[in-house]
Nanobody, 121 residues
Framework: QVQLVESGGGLVQPGGSLKLSCAAS????????MGWFRQAPGKEREFVAA???????DYADSAKGRFTISRGNAENTVFLQMNSLKPEDTAVYYC???????????????WGQGTQVTVSS
């Protein structure tokens, strides 16, 4: 079984920064990508960022230039550094994992419980 646990969400002012963390309990795939989706109130879940098994990254247009996804030193850990946050970034952020050779994530196989990010003054 795989479990994904997110942390690091909270309340920040516009222009501020947050760093989200995700820890996975295992690695069931020989090739996989990990990343982040988010869901704002009244909106569909959307892709944010992903990193492949060979550390190639992919970002949504809304995240490019502001967000950075990376792997940690520990096995099956991933981070999302979010800078220059905007009110429209307010959402529940979900850590995901997909068995794929690609850098992008289309159909996550596993989802975390989510962590709330609120950007407001």
């Amino acid at each position: 079984q795989v479990q994904l646990v997110e942390s690091g969400g909270g309340l920040v002012q516009p222009g501020g920064s947050l760093k989200l963390s995700c820890a996975a309990s295992g690695r069931p795939f020989s090739r996989y990508a990990m990343g982040w989706f988010r869901q704002a109130p009244g909106k569909e879940r959307e892709f944010v960022a992903a990193i492949s098994w060979i550390d190639i990254t992919d970002y949504a247009d809304s995240a490019k230039g502001r967000f950075t996804i990376s792997r940690g030193n520990a096995e099956n850990t991933v981070f999302l550094q979010m800078n220059s946050l905007k009110p429209e970034d307010t959402a529940v952020y979900y850590c995901v994992m997909e068995g794929t050779r690609a850098a992008t994530i289309r159909r996550p196989d596993y989802w975390g419980q989510g962590t709330q990010v609120t950007v407001s003054s």
